[in-house]
Structures are given as structure tokens and as C-alpha cells.
């Protein structure tokens, strides 16, 4: 898309806790605008790229917490292996970051890819199956407990 704008939310995507799906939402808005400023390769752009990375590795690592918090309450049986996709995308993330500062030639463009797959992949199958662990035994994620 010319926008920049390359992935959206879509209620496929819903896990069926309204304040996750909001979280995905922002997830999802802070990668297209990294694309955004991928796109525009100037140094504003780059200003912003790095601007936004931070604000992505913040709301990562929140919405991770969340959702581990959420896995542990429920006793989720896929709550261990869920954590290790979640640790290992961080470290990716901060490699990535680390990389991009000390001025190594990322290319922002592959980073940025990276980032967009992962997040949909991650949101579309692994979330989904706590969602559907949820849906299954019938429990309810009030907004208090996250
Ligand atoms: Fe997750």
C-alpha cells in the first residue's frame, strides 16, 4: 500500500479480551508507522524510525507482561512455550535496535518485515490459542485482572 500502511487488525484476529485486541490494534499501528518511516529515507525518517522502535520495544514489552499474566491466571498448559516465542522476539528486537545505533548497516526495510510477519504470525496462531483455551473452558478475563 502506498500509505505505508501494510497490515491491519482484523476480527479474526480477536483473542476475545477486548483489551488485548486493542493492544494487537497498537501493536500492529506502531509497525505500520516504523514501515512509514522506513519509506522515507531521509534523516527525519531516520529520526522517527528510532523514535518509534522505542516506543515498539515499551509496548512490547507491556503487552508480553499482559499477556504472560494472563496465560499464568488462567493455567494456560502452552504458557512456557509461548513465553520463549515472546523472549526470543525481544531479543531479536533489541539485536535489531542495537544494531540500527551503533550505525550497522541494517537494512530497515528486512528489519521492519521481520517485525510485520512475526507480529501477524504470532497474533493470528500463537494468541489464538490461548484465546481458544479460554473459549473452551469457558472463562472470563475481566479488564481489572490484566
Ligand atoms: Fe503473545
Redo the contacts with the bound molecule.
Keep these: 500500500m502506498g500509505d505505508g500502511n501494510v497490515i491491519e487488525w482484523k476480527s479474526a484476529y480477536s483473542v476475545g479480551i477486548s483489551t488485548i485486541d486493542a493492544q494487537h490494534q497498537e501493536l500492529i499501528n506502531l509497525t505500520n508507522c516504523l514501515n512509514q518511516a522506513c519509506i522515507n529515507g531521509t534523516e527525519t525518517g531516520r529520526v522517527y524510525f528510532k523514535k518509534v522502535m522505542h516506543e515498539l520495544v515499551q509496548y512490547v514489552k507491556f503487552h508480553?507482561s499482559a499477556?504472560e499474566k494472563i496465560m499464568e491466571r488462567i493455567g494456560f498448559p502452552g504458557l512456557a512455550e509461548?513465553k520463549k516465542?515472546?523472549e526470543d522476539f525481544v531479543k531479536k528486537v533489541l539485536e535489531g535496535v542495537k544494531n540500527f545505533e551503533s550505525g550497522k548497516a541494517i537494512v530497515p526495510n528486512t528489519f521492519v518485515r521481520y517485525l510485520l510477519d512475526w507480529i501477524v504470525t504470532?497474533?493470528a496462531k500463537?494468541?489464538q490459542k490461548y484465546g481458544i483455551f479460554i473459549a473452551n473452558n469457558d472463562l472470563k478475563i475481566l479488564p481489572e485482572d490484566i
Design positions: 508480553f499477556e509461548h516465542e515472546h504470532h497474533i500463537t494468541d
